[in-house]
């Protein structure tokens, strides 16, 4: 076994130079954060194993970058299981720790947490880091057709409805499909909507259909698709959507999570969703949410942007479009009014 103790910016860069001089194999046996820039790390190499193991070919993404940002994460989440194990105490200068407490206390993994602390070094500076860390969305340029999906009860119909009313109020002349033949209420709730906005309504389960909807309004700018709920590893509602996204559908994707689920449900989804090709999150139900770091954990592991907040069952002003800063705040819990969703009203609407 060669030990060895490594100096760097930050804990990412020590681990960057471990990996690079010890490889995959290498394991941390400490970690201490020395002043504001400066950390230690000891790690460790067994040869043995490092000479006969077969490294396994990098997995192919896309994105260097997402990949990049990915690995970087996983480093940071097995150095903390290792110094859990260890009975190890995090140790950082008394500003940093209390970010940490900021963060953990909005629910932000601990990894992710650690990462943005160290960029940052006061509150102002984490919410500058958080925001450029999160990308938003203009609905205002969605593709013609707009599909929302999710897990069930997280507020796809209510959501529909708010977008498209929106979108009325724009001027944009709207249709909506509703792809729910599962649940009787939740299409009879859209149709009653459709009949009040005075708006063209299609029930069907058929992509043909769909094209055909699309062919027959010509004039109509948007159609927003409903889809019924399901479990994340429902498999044939996942190839129902994987076969939508395939088409040559001008179609946009929206995954709508509520922001009051458990938090591990929320991540533990992505590995069923990330089959599906995303355009964007929205987050529902901020009002019934204690925290709202889910939606930085969501950001950072989708790499999506965010369309929209909706923030109460009111239908159809419960919803905000708020540009990254506000929501940079909102995560943190550091609006003007805390516990007031009336904050959220005045939020870049
Ligand atoms: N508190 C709160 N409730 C919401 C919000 N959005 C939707 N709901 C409620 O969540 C429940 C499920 O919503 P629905 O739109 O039917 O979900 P779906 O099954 O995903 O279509 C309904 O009772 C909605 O009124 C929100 O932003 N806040
Ligand atoms: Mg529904």
Redesign the pocket.
């Given at each position: 076994m060669k030990i060895k103790r490594f100096r760097a910016a930050s804990f990412s860069d020590a681990l960057k130079e471990i990996k690079k001089t010890f490889g995959e194999e290498a394991i941390i046996l400490s970690s201490e954060q020395i002043s504001s820039d400066l950390v230690e790390v000891v790690a460790a190499v067994d040869y043995e194993r490092e000479q006969s193991k077969n490294t396994p070919p990098a997995r192919e993404e896309r994105d260097d970058e997402i990949r990049h940002l990915r690995r970087e994460i996983e480093q940071l989440r097995d150095v903390l299981i290792l110094m859990r194990k260890s009975g190890y105490q995090i140790r950082m200068p008394e500003k940093k720790l209390s970010l940490l407490k900021i963060l953990m206390g909005a629910s932000i993994k601990e990894e992710f947490a650690l990462r943005l602390c160290e960029k940052a070094d006061d509150i102002h500076s984490l919410i500058e880091v958080l925001s450029r860390e999160i990308s938003t969305m203009d609905i205002k340029r969605s593709k013609k057709l707009v599909m929302l999906f999710?897990?069930?009860?997280?507020?796809?119909?209510?959501?529909?409805i708010k977008l498209a009313s929106q979108a009325i109020k724009r001027g944009e002349r709207i249709a909506i499909i509703s792809l729910?033949n599962y649940?009787i209420v939740?299409a009879e709730?859209l149709r009653a909507y459709t009949r009040i906005l005075r708006i063209p309504f299609v029930k069907t389960v058929d992509i043909e259909e769909i094209r055909k909807t699309m062919e027959r309004f010509t004039d109509v700018d948007r159609i927003f698709i409903?889809t019924a709920?399901r479990h994340p590893s429902d498999e044939r509602y996942l190839n129902q959507l994987k076969t939508l996204c395939e088409s040559d559908l001008p179609l946009e994707t929206h995954l709508?999570m509520?922001a009051?689920s458990d938090n591990e449900f929320l991540m533990d989804s992505y590995q069923y969703y990330k089959e599906i090709d995303i355009d964007c999150l929205g987050f529902?139900?901020?009002?019934?949410a204690v925290n709202k770091g889910c939606i930085y954990n969501l950001s950072l592991i989708y790499q999506k942007p965010i369309a929209y907040i909706?923030?109460?069952?009111r239908i159809p002003q419960?919803?905000v479009f708020p540009e990254s800063k506000s929501l940079a705040r909102i995560i943190l819990g550091y609006t003007d009014r805390k516990s007031s969703m009336k904050s959220y009203e005045g939020v870049d609407q």
């Amino acid at each position: 076994m060669k030990i060895k103790r490594f100096r760097a910016a930050s804990f990412s860069d020590a681990l960057k130079e471990i990996k690079k001089t010890f490889g995959e194999e290498a394991i941390i046996l400490s970690s201490e954060q020395i002043s504001s820039d400066l950390v230690e790390v000891v790690a460790a190499v067994d040869y043995e194993r490092e000479q006969s193991k077969n490294t396994p070919p990098a997995r192919e993404e896309r994105d260097d970058e997402i990949r990049h940002l990915r690995r970087e994460i996983e480093q940071l989440r097995d150095v903390l299981i290792l110094m859990r194990k260890s009975g190890y105490q995090i140790r950082m200068p008394e500003k940093k720790l209390s970010l940490l407490k900021i963060l953990m206390g909005a629910s932000i993994k601990e990894e992710f947490a650690l990462r943005l602390c160290e960029k940052a070094d006061d509150i102002h500076s984490l919410i500058e880091v958080l925001s450029r860390e999160i990308s938003t969305m203009d609905i205002k340029r969605s593709k013609k057709l707009v599909m929302l999906f999710g897990p069930t009860g997280s507020g796809k119909t209510s959501t529909v409805i708010k977008l498209a009313s929106q979108a009325i109020k724009r001027g944009e002349r709207i249709a909506i499909i509703s792809l729910d033949n599962y649940k009787i209420v939740g299409a009879e709730q859209l149709r009653a909507y459709t009949r009040i906005l005075r708006i063209p309504f299609v029930k069907t389960v058929d992509i043909e259909e769909i094209r055909k909807t699309m062919e027959r309004f010509t004039d109509v700018d948007r159609i927003f698709i409903d889809t019924a709920g399901r479990h994340p590893s429902d498999e044939r509602y996942l190839n129902q959507l994987k076969t939508l996204c395939e088409s040559d559908l001008p179609l946009e994707t929206h995954l709508i999570m509520s922001a009051s689920s458990d938090n591990e449900f929320l991540m533990d989804s992505y590995q069923y969703y990330k089959e599906i090709d995303i355009d964007c999150l929205g987050f529902t139900k901020l009002d019934e949410a204690v925290n709202k770091g889910c939606i930085y954990n969501l950001s950072l592991i989708y790499q999506k942007p965010i369309a929209y907040i909706t923030t109460g069952q009111r239908i159809p002003q419960d919803i905000v479009f708020p540009e990254s800063k506000s929501l940079a705040r909102i995560i943190l819990g550091y609006t003007d009014r805390k516990s007031s969703m009336k904050s959220y009203e005045g939020v870049d609407q």
